[in-house]
């Protein structure tokens, strides 16, 4: 049986804030016509997940809305705790606020002594959530969170290495399907995203 990793689509953040944890980042318009797209690369009847931050809440409720379902909120599902060490910040200015940070955070992620919660605990947290409803559940998953939060998990479920965690990200509201296998990793089957930059028309 599948199981659907999502992110969030677009959020509203002209400034380049980084917003981590922060409220009051909702979708944008394109974000949300992102989310509408990935709904319809989902089953009807799915089971769906989220984290409790709006943005993936309101991309997961639009998902639901498609699919037939409800909205099952994981705490386990949230973002990064490293972004809290960030967060109010403009993007722009972590070099200088954060000299060597940013840069460590490309080049080596699996070694942040800086971060409040390490990229392992990041993929035991999420992979292990992600685990917990598949095992709760007889049809497709669909959990919808977090960049690094997903990349983390993707790259434990599928026994991947975390030092990875770089490598071919999901874009926003990116759709990964994995199948669940009993024993051992699990297999990506596909990676979809719709465009980032072009707004569609509505569907």
Known sequence: MNTYLVRHGEVHNPDGIVYADLDGFALSELGRTQAALAARRL??????????????????????????????????????????????RVWDSLDEEFPGELSAYLEHPTELPFSPESLDEVAARTAGAVRRHRKATDGPLVAVFHQDPIQAARLALTGAPL????????????????????????????????DQGVLFPPI
């Open 43 to 88: 089953p009807q009847g799915s089971t769906v997940v989220a984290s409790p931050l709006g943005r993936a809440l309101e991309t997961a409720e639009i998902i639901a809305a498609k699919t037939g379902s409800v909205v099952t909120i994981d705490d386990d599902l949230t973002e990064w705790r490293l972004g809290r060490r960030w967060a109010g």
């Open 163 to 194: 030092s990875d965690l770089q490598l071919d990200k999901p874009g926003h509201a990116a759709v990964i399907t994995l199948e669940t296998r009993p024993s051992g990793p699990w297999i990506e089957r596909e990676l979809w995203a719709p």
